[in-house]
């Protein structure tokens, strides 16, 4: 079953930065939550993305996979609320996968020491071959 979850777009204005924009999108199939996200995860952003991230652990299902790919900026702020849920995640014995393959943003993983905590695949069907080979972890 696939059904869109909800969407979320936060907007703010900023000085000589312009206009910034966070959507979160999430669906459910089949027990694994996709959570697809654009735009930036800055101080002004993280909180919202930390409360959608929050809100796959309902049900709960077996997995969750975060798509950071169309994420142009991911502060320290949303590298904490990453940090986070994948504790949350694992306390709740949910699988969890991060998808991004911008050189950038996993250089920040690596600089943070995350990708050693964090499940990092390239693409979302990467991630999906992963989660059906990854056993549940234990709560």
Known sequence: MRNCFHDAVVS?????????DLTVSITRDDGVVLATVSG?????????????????????????IADLGQVAFL???????????????????????LVSAQRTMLRHLQ????DRDLTIKPTVADARTWLSNEPTPDP
């Open 12 to 20: 703010r204005s900023g000085g000589d930065y312009g206009r910034a």
């Open 40 to 64: 930036e995860i800055d101080l002004a952003t993280a909180r919202t993305f930390a409360r959608h991230l929050e809100s796959t652990l309902t049900g709960p299902p077996a997995a969750v």
């Open 75 to 97: 502060s320290s702020s949303g590298l904490a609320a990453l940090q986070i849920f994948a504790q949350a995640a694992t306390s709740a014995g949910v699988a969890f996968c």
């Open 111 to 114: 600089l943070t020491a995350l």
